[in-house]
């Protein structure tokens, strides 16, 4: 057996086992795929914008979609989402094979095809990106996350000189084609899975109000905020190699398809090596460290990229570029796994990937459009310089060290028995908590408070506020809203076990012989009796 902190320690698992194995089939299919799309829009229009939006245009429903799939895949079935986003790919993608096998291919309408697929990968990727906390134990989340990148990377490795050598032999077509057929692999193993999905006594948030908790969630998680800054930094930047190594290939190399296959495969072989090492980076380097590593590497070699009129120098350098490529971005993923408890956290991975494939679409279309105004030579050298800013963030936004917070529900919360007869939508409700504190506890409660302001907030309470009462000043009172009873008690439930440190400082600061009260109102207008009857009616529905 393995090593616990084995980089394979995933494959211990049977059902992560399976997935991956299907999950490499596909990816296989979808890098051919690419080879195709990128090579045949070459073919078809002289636009250096045109072949970089390509890319773009797959990673743009990524950008625009992926946090109302991250609330689909929080609030549904995860299994039954990635089952109808492979379906919905299958079937674009006999579509686009049909339509380029009879010669019906124009630019725009590629672009229209890549779109959709993309959107289908906006659909699957929150999903199964949150259900590998489902496959594997919480100590084997970031090598279940490498082996992720590493699996895709793979593919990547051999995938794009395959769909060279059959978009060279047989045409885009051929590529579509082998595409749809991979898509078969992945459906049956997700047929096969039977996840234990753990019973939850509340009903479902709404798509609204499960998309602004997901907001709200990131928005006061600050080191989730770093990520996904430093995520969007890198996919504008780095983006300039892969959107236009198709014009590298045909221009400054002077190849064909398959050399454009080799040179994107060498960026696969180097992201490999990226996944298999980034266990003993992250033992031996801080995150921040490795993340500067990566810019600097990708921006040396989007130098040498640009400068090397030789496949057999650019290759090398694009060994490095998928390395670095792994190495950042599989990091970024782990950090917002692990600094996000299950019931939030494929709405925090989906805003992630908003943020990083926001920039891989926008740095897609503006090294176009300097390649078109200035040059492929002059488009990777301004995309070097971006990455070497990007990489300078980190003076100010440095990522935080993996924490070993324990996420699990805090499961304290009882709900109580009431005389009166709350319906789940009555409200709005108002929580007050009084604390007894002495004159020499104030300062730390007040620093402990300001960490219960953002826990609060995070799970989903409005108003918060603090008070002190001018006639006895040992007392302070906690206030906050939540707008009906289910949300309380949802917003009770979301506590995790590393809040509970928060929690216990508080009873350990308050002085009272009992525990804290807690006042829990509802809120009521004053009415004309003549509208009681009415008021009461409306109150009964809630």
């Known amino acids: 057996m393995p090593d616990r902190k084995s980089p394979l320690?995933?494959?211990?698992?049977?059902?992560?086992?399976l997935i991956w194995g299907a999950s490499l089939v596909s990816n296989f299919g979808a890098l051919v795929q690419s080879v195709g799309a990128a090579w045949m829009m070459a073919s078809i229009s002289s636009s250096a914008n045109m072949v970089a939006l390509v890319q773009a245009s797959t990673s743009l429903p990524i950008m625009l979609f992926s946090l109302a799939s991250?609330?689909?895949?929080?609030?549904?079935?995860?299994?039954r989402i990635m089952l109808s986003a492979q379906c919905f790919m299958l079937v674009v993608s006999v579509t686009l094979t049909l339509c380029a096998w009879y010669g019906l291919i124009t630019p725009w309408l590629l672009l229209s095809f890549t779109f959709l697929i993309g959107c289908g990968t906006a659909l699957?990727?929150?999903?199964?990106?949150?259900?590998?906390?489902?496959?594997?134990?919480?100590?084997?989340?970031?090598?279940?996350?490498?082996?992720?990148?590493?699996?895709?990377?793979?593919t990547r490795s051999v995938g794009p000189a395959v769909g060279g050598a059959i978009v060279a032999a047989a045409g885009a077509a051929a590529a579509f084609a082998a595409n749809a057929c991979s898509y078969f692999a992945l459906i049956f193993a997700l047929l096969r899975w039977k996840p234990v999905v753990p019973a939850n006594p509340l009903p479902r948030e709404s798509f609204g109000r499960a998309i602004s908790a997901g907001l709200r969630y990131v928005?006061?998680?600050?080191?989730?905020?770093?990520?996904?800054?430093?995520?969007?930094?890198?996919?504008?930047?780095?983006?300039?190699i892969l959107a236009l190594l198709p014009l590298v290939a045909r221009d400054l190399v002077a190849g064909g398809p398959l050399t454009y296959g080799v040179l994107l495969g060498c960026f696969g072989v180097g992201a490999i090596g990226g996944a298999l090492g980034s266990a003993w980076a992250r033992e031996r380097f801080s995150s921040e460290t490795i993340v500067r590593f990566a810019f600097a590497g990708f921006a040396a070699s989007a130098v040498?990229?640009?400068?090397?009129g030789h496949a057999a120098i650019t290759g090398p350098a694009l060994f490095l570029a998928g390395a670095c490529w792994?190495?950042?971005?599989?990091?970024?993923?782990?950090?917002?796994?692990?600094?996000?408890?299950?019931?939030?956290v494929a709405r925090a991975l989906s805003l992630y990937q908003t943020t990083t494939f926001g920039g891989i679409a926008g740095g897609s279309w503006l090294w176009g459009t300097v390649a078109d105004m200035q040059g492929a030579v002059n488009a990777l050298l301004w995309a070097a310089a971006a990455m070497l800013a990007g990489g300078a963030l980190g003076l100010r936004y440095?990522?935080?060290q993996f924490e070993s917070l324990n996420l699990d529900p805090l499961n304290r919360f009882s709900e109580p028995l009431l005389p009166l007869d709350l319906k789940p939508r009555s409200g709005p409700i108002v929580i007050l908590i009084d604390y007894e504190i002495a004159e020499e506890d104030i300062s730390t409660f007040l620093t402990a408070m300001t960490e219960r302001r953002r826990i609060r907030i995070r799970d989903g309470a409005g108003q918060w506020t603090l008070m002190r009462d001018l006639e006895n000043p040992t007392i302070w009172t906690e206030t906050y809203h939540v707008p009906t009873w289910i949300e309380y008690v949802r917003h009770n439930q979301r506590r995790t076990q590393a809040d509970a440190e928060n929690g216990d400082l508080l009873r350990a600061l308050h002085r009272g012989i009992e525990a804290p009260r807690v006042h829990r109102m509802i809120e009521r207008q004053t009415i004309l009796p003549t509208e009681y009857e009415r008021y009461k009616q409306m109150d009964m529905h809630h």
Do not use: C, Y
Request: proline residues 7%; positive net charge.
């Open 9 to 17: 320690a995933p494959f211990r698992h049977d059902t992560f086992r």
């Open 70 to 79: 991250g609330a689909l895949a929080d609030s549904f079935d995860r299994r």
């Open 124 to 154: 699957n990727n929150p999903a199964w990106q949150a259900s590998v906390g489902d496959m594997v134990p919480r100590e084997d989340l970031p090598a279940a996350v490498a082996l992720n990148s590493m699996g895709f990377n793979l």
């Open 219 to 240: 928005s006061m998680s600050p080191n989730i905020g770093k990520v996904m800054l430093r995520g969007f930094a890198f996919g504008l930047s780095s983006s300039a």
């Open 304 to 308: 040498i990229t640009a400068v090397s």
């Open 326 to 344: 792994v190495l950042a971005l599989s990091l970024f993923n782990t950090t917002v796994q692990l600094s996000t408890p299950r019931w939030v």
């Open 398 to 400: 440095g990522l935080p």
